[in-house]
T-cell receptor, first 115, second 114 residues
Framework: AQKVTQAQTEISVVEKEDVTLDCVYE???????LFWYKQPPSGELVFLIR??????QNEISGRYSWNFQKSTSSFNFTITASQVVDSAVYFC????????????FGKGITLSVRP | SAVISQKPSRDICQRGTSLTIQCQVD?????MFWYRQQPGQSLTLIAT?????????ESGFVIDKFPISRPNLTFSTLTVSNMSPEDSSIYLC???????????FGPGTRLTVL
């Protein structure tokens, strides 16, 4: 069975602070995908990134960066110089590869960025 | 990515009634999924809807309560039947294209059952 743990439930920071959202996963699959999604107050789920299990390179996209550590089964997400618009619920998710793969979500982290 | 729309965006319904939610995609996709997100909770997969076949339901979800249609490769509906207040949730559809491993989500339908 697959499992995603987001131990942090709520984080509050002041604008311009850096913040890291933690994600730990469990899977028996040798190949898999990891994802981060953002859910702003409007409710839609916005895709942020997909990482393949065989690619451990860290990725940076503007103020966002992701640290994938296969040895510790973690896929952490850092927002640099946070902004009020970053306030949302962030979900980490895991899926197998293949046509019938399904997403397993963590419980989500509510990030509040105060001006 | 894909452009996904859902109707209605929100609704308030009475106990015992049914609501059908529509999901429309701007291009043909193989896999469509329906999720439920109860207040303050994570997403739970209800079922996978493939065109031309019966939907595949996850444990805890049954066809009588959540009938799904998938008449073509760009459209699906989810009906929430005989609603109770416990059905108050956000219902989201998602799609995955052939050859892609990423699911993209619609804007969701906020359902409140009184």
């Amino acid at each position: 069975a697959q499992k995603v743990t987001q131990a942090q439930t709520e984080i509050s920071v002041v604008e311009k602070e850096d913040v890291t959202l933690d994600c730990v996963y469990e899977t028996r699959d040798t190949t898999y995908y990891l994802f981060w999604y953002k859910q702003p107050p409007s409710g839609e789920l916005v895709f942020l990134i997909r990482r393949n299990s065989f690619d451990e390179q860290n990725e940076i996209s503007g103020r966002y960066s992701w640290n994938f550590q296969k040895s510790t089964s973690s896929f952490n997400f850092t927002i640099t110089a946070s902004q009020v618009v970053d306030s949302a619920v962030y979900f980490c998710a895991l899926s197998s590869t293949g046509a019938n793969s399904k997403l397993t979500f963590g419980k989500g982290i509510t990030l509040s960025v105060r001006p | 990515s894909a452009v996904i729309s859902q109707k209605p965006s929100r609704d308030i319904c009475q106990r015992g009634t049914s609501l059908t939610i529509q999901c429309q995609v701007d291009s043909q996709v193989t896999m469509m999924f329906w999720y439920r997100q109860q207040p303050g909770q994570s997403l739970t997969l209800i079922a996978t809807a493939n065109q031309g076949s019966e939907a595949t339901y996850e444990s805890g979800f049954v066809i009588d309560k959540f009938p799904i249609s998938r008449p073509n490769l760009t459209f699906s509906t989810l009906t929430v039947s005989n609603m109770s207040p416990e059905d108050s949730s956000i219902y989201l559809c998602s799609v995955r294209r052939t050859g892609s491993d990423t699911q993209y989500f619609g804007p969701g339908t906020r359902l409140t059952v009184l």
